[in-house]
């Protein structure tokens, strides 16, 4: 299978515990997002790389959310001392990208987050 | 803050029926997206209209874009079970390419 992957599928956590997803985009795409998605709700974008440079962070990432693409390949996000409202799905997508076009992405299956 | 507005909130119909979804935004765009999310799955594309095109079908799916009036309209033809699932529209913007804000989604529920 040749899509988006992402790890772990599930994770539950305690509050206050540090967790990380690992994602793995399409090979040829050179752009990565993240988005983290609530029950009810569409997706919010959180960040985004273009090969290994962080091109944007949402200011819903706070100081506690970091993101990490080295080398341009896979990606993972980190989330120190989890709180109970960091609990989510949090989506992976990827895509081509150019500068001024921009094209369809291709999401994971997500990573869904319990904090406890 | 979410940039694009489904409408309706939920959509039931019968097989065979046309279903269409309503999608209004805020700001200028560079394209506008749909995509469907069946319940506890991912997100799969559907169809991507750049700012200068107004009509676009892939298969059963016709999607319209009025740039004057800021909104997009998803026309399903001839539903089938498969279908049910939440449609979401996303827009990307001048200020930033490739950050897609979506809206809050559409549920559609096609019954046998």
């Known amino acids: 299978d040749t899509g988006v992957s992402q790890n772990p599928r599930h994770k539950i956590t305690k509050r206050g515990q540090n967790v990380t997803f690992r994602c793995d985009p399409i090979?040829?795409?050179?752009?990565l997002y993240w988005y983290r998605q609530t029950l009810g709700q569409g997706p919010e974008f959180l960040t985004y790389?273009?090969?290994?440079?962080?091109?944007?962070k949402s200011r819903l990432l706070s100081d506690r959310f970091s993101a990490e693409r080295p080398k341009g390949s896979f990606s993972t996000l980190e989330i120190q001392r989890t709180e109970q409202g960091d609990s989510a799905m949090y989506l992976c997508?990827?895509?081509?990208?150019?500068?001024?076009?921009?094209?369809?992405?291709?999401f994971g299956p997500g990573t869904r987050l319990t904090v406890t | 803050s979410q940039q694009g507005e489904e409408d309706p909130q939920a959509l039931s119909i019968q097989e065979g029926e046309n279903a269409t979804m309503n999608c209004s935004y805020k700001?200028?765009?560079?394209?506008l997206q749909w995509y469907r999310q069946n319940s506890g799955r991912g997100l799969v594309h559907l169809i991507l209209?750049?700012?200068?095109?107004r009509e676009k079908h892939s298969g059963r799916l016709r999607v319209t874009l009025d740039t004057s009036k800021k909104s997009s309209s998803l026309l399903i033809t001839a539903s089938r079970a498969a279908d049910t699932a939440s449609y979401f529209c996303?827009?990307?913007?001048?200020?930033?390419?490739?950050?897609?804000?979506f809206g809050a989604g559409t549920q559609v529920v096609v019954t046998p």
């Open positions: 997508a990827s895509s081509l990208g150019e500068t001024g076009l921009s094209y369809e992405q291709y």
């Open positions: 090979s040829e795409h050179n752009r």
């Open positions: 790389f273009q090969n290994e440079a962080q091109l944007e």
């Open positions: 700001t200028s765009i560079n394209n």
């Open positions: 209209i750049r700012s200068n095109e």
């Open positions: 996303a827009t990307d913007n001048p200020d930033s390419w490739g950050k897609l804000q």
